[in-house]
């Protein structure tokens, strides 16, 4: 996985995360559209779409959204519910036996908070969950977060604050915190 990053939008790093993005999205698209039950075509549509196959004891139910791919890392028993959605291109990383509510979001980049900066630049930090996490349905959790073992973050919580171990996370309520 990456560490935090700062990419210029006009550059060629940013040209070909753009051109993976585009081909990724293709590749979803058609994942997406298959029948439930043609496993071999699920399959081979996973291994281009992360570069490697898809772990063995991995679910994931469809539709099934990234845009990048190459930097998700599924270990073993890892469980993915419908309509999921994974922005993993500063990395994402799902330990053993993690379990993905419907609706759940990872996003590993954004912009900078200052308006100059914000369309000059994309930010980005990785994602690492630990093993026997259940992130409930419709959660959001954004760059750089770090969430332990055993935890548990409720539905439609958004976390943007590193997750202690064995503990549980609730809240989406958005908060004023500076004015331009």
Known sequence: MSSDRLMRIHSAEFQAMAERVLRVTELTSRLNALPFDDEAGRAKLFEQILGKPLPSRVTIYPP???????NLDLAERVFINQNCTFLDY???????RVMIGPKVTFITSG???????RRLYLTGA?????????????????????????????AGAVVADDVPPASLVTGS????HRRW
Do not use: C, M, Q
């Open 126 to 154: 990785p994602i690492d969950v630990a093993e026997n996490v259940w992130i409930g349905a419709g959660a959001t959790i954004l760059p750089g977060v770090s969430i332990g073992r055993d935890a548990v973050v409720a």
């Open 90 to 96: 500063a990395g994402i990383r799902l330990g053993e």
């Open 64 to 70: 099934f959204y990234t845009d990048h791919g190459l």
């Open 111 to 117: 912009h900078p908070v200052d308006p100059e900066e």
């Open 173 to 176: 309520k958005a908060t004023v």
